[in-house]
């Protein structure tokens, strides 16, 4: 496994590295994220050993939320005595559970005890990578989620931090770069493209070869459900 820096942090990632909402909630995406056609998630056990798995074979980085269900319970499960030996990001619920923005003092309120939360089932007292959940642009723009954020990394709660942002346009992507962020993209014409390789590759091997091709990129965040399907990403 090879790893790479991110950014300008201190924090040296593994080229791959693994989300885990779909280990703590049934999920998937396009029409299966709406309801009936979602994949539930694995046993207890099976997460476990997946992310057993995922260490020996050199992943670093793992990535969950607040807002990933049971996600933060069984990695920090997973990590009671392999905690030093990783790299963990979760990201704060900063907005009502309809995506509402929340005033000024609930926002607070609301980040603290986001952060309490995770630090609490994760088992630690700080996290790697804090993010915020689906950073709009008003997010973005609140002085006092920014200032929240820098008061968490003083007090050596987390180490660094960031936006997570799905917003895909100039404005936030200038303004997230200097944070660092985390964005999730998908297109259709990756199938078409890998397939027409020569040899052909499968879609996530294509992916992953396309997204680790460029330098600035930290790591591949892949989202797995057993053990079988992360070798398929080797």
Not at 152 to 178: D, E, N
Not at 185 to 206: D, E, G, I, M, N
Request: charged share 20%; proline share 4%.
């Amino acid at each position: 496994m090879q790893y790479r820096q991110l950014g300008n942090t201190e924090l040296r990632l593994s080229e791959l590295s693994l989300g885990t909402v779909a280990l703590g909630m049934p999920y998937g995406v396009g029409e299966e994220a709406r309801g009936a056609g979602a994949v539930p998630p694995p046993t207890d056990s099976e997460a476990v050993a997946l992310i057993h798995h995922a260490i020996d074979r050199g992943l670093n980085f793992f990535d969950t939320a607040r807002a990933y269900g049971r996600s933060e319970e069984l990695l920090g499960k997973a990590l009671r005595d392999r905690r030093h030996r990783v790299l963990v990001a979760t990201k704060i619920a900063c907005r009502y559970n309809d995506g509402g923005a929340l005033p000024r003092r609930e926002l607070t309120e609301q980040m603290a005890g986001s952060l309490h939360t995770s630090l609490r089932l994760l088992g630690t007292d700080h996290v790697d990578l804090l993010l915020l959940h689906s950073a709009s642009n008003d997010l973005l723009e609140n002085s006092d989620a920014i200032a929240l954020l820098k008061r968490f990394q003083a007090q050596g709660k987390a180490r660094c931090k960031s936006p997570s942002t799905f917003w895909i346009s100039a404005w936030p992507l200038r303004f997230c770069l200097a944070l660092k962020p985390l964005a999730q993209a998908k297109s259709r014409a990756v199938k078409r493209a890998s397939a027409a390789l020569s040899p052909p590759l499968t879609v996530q091997s294509a992916a992953l070869k396309f997204i680790l091709a460029h330098e600035s990129i930290a790591t591949a965040l892949v989202g797995v459900r057993d053990i079988a399907e992360l070798e398929t990403c080797f």
